[in-house]
């Protein structure tokens, strides 16, 4: 066996076969592992108390809608809900067993400032992620979900690249070596005025770097996922970009630094209105691609759902509604074969917040 195989242990069959079940066809990740602090912020948009119950309500919501595995394969739960049961007393993590749904955790411990930098951050979580990693897999978890930010306005500095790289390789390793499929975000923030090229140009580097480390740490890539942000110009740029040239740009981007040993990439939406981030996801499925590819979107996924439901026990069935609705669009962008059709006002509001925090 080669050293690869032996890096990732015992694991390594799982790992490809678990990344291959969330990188499955027409289906793709729902993002819901909102840390409290950016749950407060949600239930607050509809007036709602930052309380367990209410985010339990919410994600009981979101997990048992009908038939929510036929477009989604993975969901990413925050650590509360692994542990946590649906209001009618159901384990979570059952449920979407049951779904055909991969269950997966944020492993990562938020951002903090990078001192010695140009006021940039690094995410913290290395500290005790094995022990964790095993538990997570124990509670049912199959894979797992670390985001680091990477800042164009404030650089990026060669120390901030360098660290989230360095950082996402060491997680993924130990995420494999514990029998979770590591899906690696270094997020490429929307903040800034610059255009496209500065975007694909910093997206190079950093993936660059990314892959380096992951190889230096012996990671398998069969057994990664990949949360990019898409290539755009800068939220606060003149230009915009049309859905092609998004597509244009994030593939030429995927196709020089991304080996086709992986399996999967799962855009992250990072601002993008849900119908953008659908859009954008469809024009990059026009043509074959080596790796399947694909959405793990939180606010392009939740926006409409978030609003229907409002906290109103009889909203439950619209919003579960408006949440097959969306999760349906994404898997026909992920076949190239979205329409647009029946689309609303609330779908096309953009998501993005200027120097957001979460
Ligand atoms: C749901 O938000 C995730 C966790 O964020 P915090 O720990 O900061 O609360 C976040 O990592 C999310 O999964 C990704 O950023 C993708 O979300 P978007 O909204 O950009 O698709």
Same mark, same amino acid.
């Given at each position: 066996p080669s050293a690869l195989i032996i890096r990732a242990g015992s694991y390594a069959d799982e790992l490809v076969k678990t990344a291959k079940t969330v990188a499955s066809p027409g289906r793709g990740i729902l993002a819901m592992d909102e840390s409290n602090a950016t749950a407060g912020k949600r239930l607050a948009s509809i007036g709602l108390e930052n309380? /367990?119950?209410?985010?339990?309500?919410?994600?009981?919501?979101?997990?048992?809608?009908?038939?929510?595995?036929?477009? !989604?394969?993975?969901?990413?739960?925050?650590?509360?809900?692994?542990?946590?049961?649906?209001? %009618?007393?159901?384990? !979570?993590?059952? &449920?979407?067993? /049951?779904?055909?749904?991969?269950?997966? !955790?944020?492993?990562?411990?938020?951002?903090?400032?990078?001192?010695?930098?140009? %006021? *940039?951050?690094?995410?913290?979580?290395?500290?005790?992620?094995?022990?964790?990693?095993?538990?997570?897999?124990?509670?049912?978890?199959?894979?797992?979900?670390?985001?680091?930010? &990477?800042?164009?306005?404030?650089?990026?500095?060669?120390?901030?690249?360098?660290?989230?790289?360095?950082?996402?390789?060491?997680?993924?390793?130990?995420?494999? %070596?514990?029998?979770?499929?590591? !899906?690696? /975000?270094? *997020?490429?923030?929307?903040?800034g005025e610059h255009n496209i090229e500065r975007t694909f140009e910093v997206a190079q580097k950093v993936w660059a770097e990314v892959f380096f480390y992951l190889a230096e740490n012996n990671v398998l890539f069969e057994g990664i996922l990949l949360k990019p942000s898409m290539v755009t110009p800068g939220a606060e740029s003149k230009e915009r970009a049309t859905p092609q040239q998004v597509a244009d740009y994030t593939l030429k981007l995927l196709h020089r630094r991304i080996p086709s040993a992986v399996p999967g990439i799962m855009f992250l939406s990072g601002g993008q209105s849900e119908v953008e981030a659908t859009q954008n996801l469809n024009a990059m499925n026009q043509s074959p691609n080596p790796w399947h590819v694909s959405f793990s979107y939180a606010r392009a996924l939740q926006n409409t759902t978030l609003k229907t439901w409002g906290g109103r026990p009889e909203n439950v069935k619209a919003a579960q509604d408006a949440l097959l609705f969306r999760a349906k669009a994404n898997s026909l962008a992920q076949l190239g074969k979205y329409t647009g059709e029946g689309e609303s006002d609330e779908a096309n509001k953009e998501l993005f917040v200027k120097g957001y925090s979460y």
């Amino acid at each position: 066996p080669s050293a690869l195989i032996i890096r990732a242990g015992s694991y390594a069959d799982e790992l490809v076969k678990t990344a291959k079940t969330v990188a499955s066809p027409g289906r793709g990740i729902l993002a819901m592992d909102e840390s409290n602090a950016t749950a407060g912020k949600r239930l607050a948009s509809i007036g709602l108390e930052n309380t /367990e119950a209410n985010r339990q309500a919410y994600r009981t919501l979101l997990v048992s809608a009908p038939g929510l595995g036929n477009y !989604i394969s993975g969901a990413i739960l925050f650590e509360e809900t692994l542990y946590q049961s649906t209001v %009618d007393g159901k384990k !979570i993590v059952d &449920v979407l067993v /049951e779904q055909n749904i991969v269950p997966g !955790i944020k492993v990562d411990k938020g951002l903090v400032p990078l001192v010695g930098s140009n %006021d *940039e951050s690094w995410c913290q979580g290395l500290d005790g992620l094995a022990s964790r990693t095993a538990a997570y897999y124990q509670q049912g978890a199959r894979f797992a979900k670390w985001r680091t930010v &990477v800042s164009i306005p404030n650089g990026p500095s060669a120390l901030a690249v360098k660290e989230a790289a360095w950082g996402l390789a060491r997680y993924a390793a130990i995420s494999q %070596d514990n029998g979770l499929v590591p !899906i690696v /975000e270094p *997020e490429i923030l929307l903040d800034g005025e610059h255009n496209i090229e500065r975007t694909f140009e910093v997206a190079q580097k950093v993936w660059a770097e990314v892959f380096f480390y992951l190889a230096e740490n012996n990671v398998l890539f069969e057994g990664i996922l990949l949360k990019p942000s898409m290539v755009t110009p800068g939220a606060e740029s003149k230009e915009r970009a049309t859905p092609q040239q998004v597509a244009d740009y994030t593939l030429k981007l995927l196709h020089r630094r991304i080996p086709s040993a992986v399996p999967g990439i799962m855009f992250l939406s990072g601002g993008q209105s849900e119908v953008e981030a659908t859009q954008n996801l469809n024009a990059m499925n026009q043509s074959p691609n080596p790796w399947h590819v694909s959405f793990s979107y939180a606010r392009a996924l939740q926006n409409t759902t978030l609003k229907t439901w409002g906290g109103r026990p009889e909203n439950v069935k619209a919003a579960q509604d408006a949440l097959l609705f969306r999760a349906k669009a994404n898997s026909l962008a992920q076949l190239g074969k979205y329409t647009g059709e029946g689309e609303s006002d609330e779908a096309n509001k953009e998501l993005f917040v200027k120097g957001y925090s979460y």
